[in-house]
């Protein structure tokens, strides 16, 4: 039984940036651009469905950033209309207007936060990673933000070569405007651990900045009482607990920490890492076509039997790495 208190989801595959080791520019030739509308969430989340079953929405993408989808906003005040959901925002913050981010604060309360992933101290050095960004409009999406709304700001940075050594002022900076909690992330996707990326990675940060498992680590330090550790669900702990390991695998899309993943293009799958358009996912590509809320609904795909018989092997590399029993403790099942 998949976990359907939590869903993922990217509302827009579309995006500004140029990141060059986001799948946009490592495998574009599959990339489709596009966008999930009000209709879309009208048709498959139900007033039933959300009160049923759903009690966390997280709007991030593999390939896109949520603020571009036309019907963010219009999708978050329909949903919110039916139940108190809790909201996560994960996006880059440029090119947005501060009357966008006014009106989106007002849609937002306590129980929602919004993560800015900023990697620089400048926008120079934030165009180093983030190609295409905009820094000064990050920082006043993130002011606008702070002022209309009491929801959690997140400054969301990965660790990388050029930025190590500017961890404590962007700290800094980022407590000065608002931000509730500095969150650092340590990435895998260093030349260290991927030859790809060369002997000689430029970004690759000091060994103590890089994850030493195969899934990212996160650091946070908070700045104010909203800046603490969110709360774990009770259903997670529940479904944790009550989780049974399968052939060396405790499947997270059992637990819902990490949610169940609906790309873009509207099509259902398990989790985002199954749904990373790299080559060792294109069995999933072709799965997920079955799962297409398009032209069946969520509670149709939900229940067909594929999930009650084939993917019980768990067969699948991401499985075989991100959900092997022996790393699904507590914490690694309760976190995002």
Same mark, same amino acid.
């Given at each position: 039984?998949?976990?359907?208190?939590?869903?993922?989801?990217?509302?827009?595959?579309?995006?500004?940036?140029?990141?060059?080791?986001?799948?946009?520019?490592?495998?574009?030739?599959?990339?489709?651009?596009?966008?999930?509308?009000?209709?879309?969430?009208?048709?498959?989340?139900?007033?039933?469905?959300?009160?049923?079953?759903?009690?966390?929405?997280?709007?991030?993408?593999? @390939?896109?950033?949520?603020?571009?989808?036309?019907?963010?906003?219009?999708?978050?005040?329909?949903?919110?209309?039916?139940?108190?959901?809790?909201?996560?925002?994960?996006?880059?913050?440029?090119?947005?207007?501060?009357?966008?981010?006014?009106?989106?604060?007002?849609?937002?309360?306590?129980?929602?936060?919004?993560?800015?992933?900023?990697?620089?101290?400048?926008?120079?050095?934030?165009?180093?990673?983030?190609?295409?960004? @905009?820094?000064?409009?990050?920082?006043?999406?993130?002011?606008?933000?702070?002022?209309?709304?009491?929801?959690?700001?997140?400054?969301?940075?990965?660790?990388?070569?050029?930025?190590?050594?500017?961890?404590?002022?962007?700290?800094?900076?980022?407590?000065?405007?608002?931000?509730?909690?500095?969150?650092?992330?340590?990435?895998?996707?260093?030349?260290?651990? $991927?030859?790809?990326?060369?002997?000689?990675?430029?970004?690759?940060?000091?060994?103590?900045?890089?994850?030493?498992?195969?899934?990212?680590?996160?650091?946070?330090?908070?700045?104010?009482?909203?800046?603490?550790?969110?709360?774990?669900?009770?259903?997670?702990? *529940?479904?944790?607990?009550?989780?049974?390991?399968?052939?060396?695998?405790?499947?997270?899309?059992?637990?819902?920490?990490?949610?169940?993943?609906?790309?873009?293009?509207?099509?259902?799958?398990?989790?985002?890492?199954?749904?990373?358009?790299?080559?060792?996912?294109? @069995?999933?590509?072709?799965?997920?076509?079955?799962?297409?809320?398009?032209?069946?609904?969520?509670?149709?795909?939900?229940?067909?039997?594929?999930?009650?018989?084939?993917?019980?092997?768990?067969?699948?590399?991401?499985? *075989?790495?991100?959900?092997?029993?022996?790393?699904?403790?507590?914490? $690694?099942?309760?976190?995002?």
């Amino acid at each position: 039984m998949l976990a359907t208190w939590h869903f993922h989801i990217e509302v827009s595959s579309k995006c500004t940036l140029q990141c060059p080791r986001c799948a946009r520019q490592e495998v574009p030739d599959s990339l489709v651009n596009t966008e999930l509308d009000l209709e879309f969430f009208k048709r498959n989340f139900t007033p039933e469905f959300i009160k049923n079953n759903v009690e966390k929405i997280t709007f991030c993408g593999d @390939d896109g950033d949520p603020i571009y989808a036309h019907d963010l906003i219009p999708v978050i005040e329909y949903i919110k209309s039916i139940k108190s959901v809790e909201f996560v925002i994960v996006t880059n913050g440029s090119h947005k207007k501060p009357s966008w981010w006014a009106e989106l604060g007002q849609v937002l309360d306590s129980n929602d936060s919004v993560h800015f992933s900023v990697d620089g101290y400048d926008n120079d050095s934030n165009n180093l990673y983030r190609v295409n960004s @905009d820094y000064d409009s990050i920082v006043d999406g993130i002011k606008t933000l702070r002022a209309s709304s009491d929801c959690k700001i997140v400054w969301a940075a990965i660790a990388f070569k050029f930025n190590e050594k500017q961890l404590d002022s962007m700290k800094e900076f980022a407590q000065s405007i608002g931000v509730d909690r500095f969150q650092l992330t340590k990435s895998t996707k260093f030349g260290s651990v $991927y030859p790809s990326y060369g002997t000689d990675d430029p970004l690759q940060p000091s060994v103590k900045y890089i994850s030493s498992t195969h899934r990212f680590e996160r650091e946070a330090t908070a700045f104010t009482d909203k800046g603490t550790p969110d709360s774990v669900s009770q259903t997670n702990i *529940q479904l944790f607990k009550q989780t049974t390991s399968h052939n060396g695998i405790t499947p997270l899309c059992k637990i819902g920490n990490k949610g169940l993943y609906i790309d873009a293009r509207g099509r259902l799958f398990p989790c985002c890492w199954v749904a990373n358009r790299y080559n060792h996912n294109s @069995d999933w590509q072709q799965l997920a076509n079955n799962f297409d809320l398009h032209t069946k609904t969520l509670t149709t795909v939900l229940a067909d039997t594929f999930w009650s018989a084939e993917f019980q092997t768990f067969k699948w590399q991401e499985c *075989q790495s991100k959900c092997k029993t022996s790393v699904v403790d507590e914490k $690694y099942a309760t976190s995002w």
